[in-house]
């Protein structure tokens, strides 16, 4: 079946970086884009970027840009999200989801688990 | 970049009909998306375009559009249907950058 499935929680001390992964099976993996999103604790859903997986090709929010790096191996038909310069604020649950892009909406039908990122010293 | 609202908290009795709502600008350009999400689980896709529900989805999910308002209505909320909803939507920046509202909490009483 389709699924996304995500690499394990991480504990990072300020400052450092983490990357996650994304395993994507069941689909063909250039067919789709790929966004992550991330949720702090009892707060809403934040939308970090885009990645193409079939050029590579990736757009960020501008909250992110310059801190996150968006990157996907085709032979493993895996994304990657790596943040870096991390900071209390950064704790959070990470997820991927695969993007529907049509003329007129984005749909993200499937989602990863979510991988959680503890920022703390 | 464009921004989404929603109410933070709406409350439907048992088998009645509730509408939450999500206004924003990008919205008048395109169709919002909905997600539910329940505690410790990622979101789940109720609703994309105009009114489309993926499979799965019970048909007292739907959704609509008018200007700059999208909105998801249950008709005839079920217990099971308690969870946080959020719209998304691409913004108007043409970047294919996207939006997500705050989330609205759904009280079924």
């Known amino acids: 079946q389709v699924q996304l499935v995500q690499s394990g929680a991480e504990v990072k001390k300020p400052g450092a970086s983490v990357k996650v992964s994304c395993k994507a099976s069941?689909?063909?993996?250039?067919?789709?884009?790929m966004h992550w999103v991330r949720q702090a604790p009892g707060q809403g859903l934040e939308w970090m970027g885009i990645i193409n997986p079939s050029g590579g090709s990736t757009s960020y929010a501008q909250k992110f840009q310059g801190r996150v790096t968006m990157t996907r191996d085709t032979s493993t038909s895996t994304v990657y999200m790596e943040l870096s310069s991390l900071r209390s604020e950064d704790t959070a649950v990470y997820y991927c989801?695969?993007?529907?892009?049509?003329?007129?909406?984005?749909?993200?039908?499937?989602w990863g688990q979510g991988t959680m990122v503890t920022v703390s010293s | 970049s464009s921004e989404l609202t929603q109410d933070p908290a709406v409350s439907v009795a048992l088998g009645q009909t509730v509408r939450i709502t999500c206004q924003g600008d990008s919205l008048r350009s395109y169709y919002a998306s909905w997600y539910q999400q329940k505690p410790g689980q990622a979101p789940v896709l109720v609703i994309y375009g105009k009114n489309n529900r993926p499979s799965g989805i019970p048909d007292r999910f739907s959704g609509s559009s008018s200007g700059n308002t999208a909105s998801l209505t249950i008709t005839g909320a079920q217990a099971e249907d308690e969870a946080d909803y959020y719209c998304?939507?691409?913004?108007?920046?043409?970047?294919?950058?996207?939006?997500f509202g705050g989330g609205t909490k759904l009280t079924v009483l």
């Open positions: 069941g689909y063909t993996f250039t067919s789709y884009y």
């Open positions: 998304n939507s691409r913004d108007s920046s043409g970047n294919h950058h996207v939006v």
């Open positions: 989801a695969r993007g529907w892009y049509r003329a007129d909406y984005d749909a993200f039908d499937i």
